[in-house]
């Protein structure tokens, strides 16, 4: 009788580790890591279109934003 009581715990934690495992490998990432708040940049806006970009891509010319070249030479 022992003998089937044992087994039976022994099957259920299986599962249970299985379940705490799989939940686990579900869950989605997030960016809340000190790291992911470094990478966050500034959004500028194009004077010609009003398009919000990130500063990195935008183009300054006398002190105002386009995205793209095109904006620049069009003003």
Sequence with gaps: MWKYIFFGLI????????KQKRAQSNTPKTNDTPEAADK???????A?????LPRSEAFLV???FYCSKAHVQSK
């Design 48 to 52: 010609t279109c009003a398009v919000h």
């Design 40 to 46: 966050v940049e500034d959004m500028v806006q194009c």
């Design 62 to 64: 006398g002190g105002t």
């Design 11 to 18: 099957i259920w934690l299986g599962i249970y580790v299985f």
